[in-house]
Nanobody, 115 residues
Framework: QVQLVESGGGLVQPGGSLRLSCAASGITFSMYTMYWYRQVPGKQRELVATITSNGGTLYADFVKGRFTISRDNADNTVYLQMNSLKPEDTAVYYC?????????WGQGTRVTVSS
């Protein structure tokens, strides 16, 4: 059974930091490209960051220079380090693992940036 479990969300003040984690099981994690998405109620889910099986990374323009995606294949975990958080970063953050036609989603973790 495939499971992706996100953690690390919460309430943080503007300018603060959070690190999200996504622990995967039931897949050969090292082969998967891993993604972080986010969604605000009433809006489409948007891609935040990508890390390939080889460790290559891509970022949405709105997080470049502030967020860092990384992975630990030994622990089957992908991370999203979020710095300099802004109120507009408030969303539910989801991780997704993709390999060819196979896509698996986590349940999401809520991030609220507010003073």
């Amino acid at each position: 059974q495939v499971q992706l479990v996100e953690s690390g969300g919460g309430l943080v003040q503007p300018g603060g930091s959070l690190r999200l984690s996504c622990a995967a099981s039931g897949i050969t994690f090292s082969m998967y490209t891993m993604y972080w998405y986010r969604q605000v109620p009433g809006k489409q889910r948007e891609l935040v960051a990508t890390i390939t099986s080889n460790g290559g990374t891509l970022y949405a323009d709105f997080v470049k220079g502030r967020f860092t995606i990384s992975r630990d294949n030994a622990d089957n975990t992908v991370y999203l380090q979020m710095n300099s958080l802004k109120p507009e970063d408030t969303a539910v953050y989801y991780c997704m693992g993709g390999l060819g036609p196979q896509n698996y989603w986590g349940q999401g973790t809520r991030v609220t940036v507010s003073s």
